[in-house]
């Protein structure tokens, strides 16, 4: 019921920016399916990860290792998601991923697990070297 389509990865040194983009295209009458949207991240060979999530109300968590460095936002009117990446380090180095829903995941297994998130984009690459 929704196409997110991300954007803005690239290759940057350590101590970079980077901007996300997630723009999200839901199909008529279903723009309550980006309610909760979030930012994962796969490293190779390692599991999917939350990185930062907005909720219905504006309120917005980040997983421990990424606070103070990257912040969330959201543009309602142009349903786009962004992350804003600060101080860039070798180990964010991922595919990020946009991630929606139109329900709470904290009720359906967790901010941060990947099964509470109906829908997800392709993912953009990141690249950070030291």
């Known amino acids: 019921h929704v196409q997110l389509v991300e954007s803005g990865g690239g290759s940057v040194q350590a101590g970079g920016s980077l901007n996300l983009s997630c723009a999200a295209s839901p199909a008529d009458g279903y723009t309550y399916t980006t309610s909760y949207m979030a930012w994962f991240r796969q490293a190779t060979g390692k599991e999917r990860e939350g990185v930062a999530a907005i909720m219905n109300d504006g309120s917005t968590y980040y997983t421990g290792s990424v606070k103070g460095r990257f912040t969330i936002s959201k543009d309602n009117n142009k349903l786009t998601l962004r992350l804003h990446m600060n101080d860039l380090k070798p180990e964010d180095t991922a595919i990020y991923y946009c991630?929606?829903?139109?329900?709470?995941?904290?009720?359906?297994?967790?901010?941060?697990?990947?099964?509470?998130?109906?829908?997800w984009g392709q993912g953009t690459q990141v690249t950070v070297s030291s």
């Open positions: 991630a929606a829903d139109a329900f709470n995941p904290a009720a359906y297994g967790g901010t941060w697990n990947p099964a509470a998130y109906k829908y």
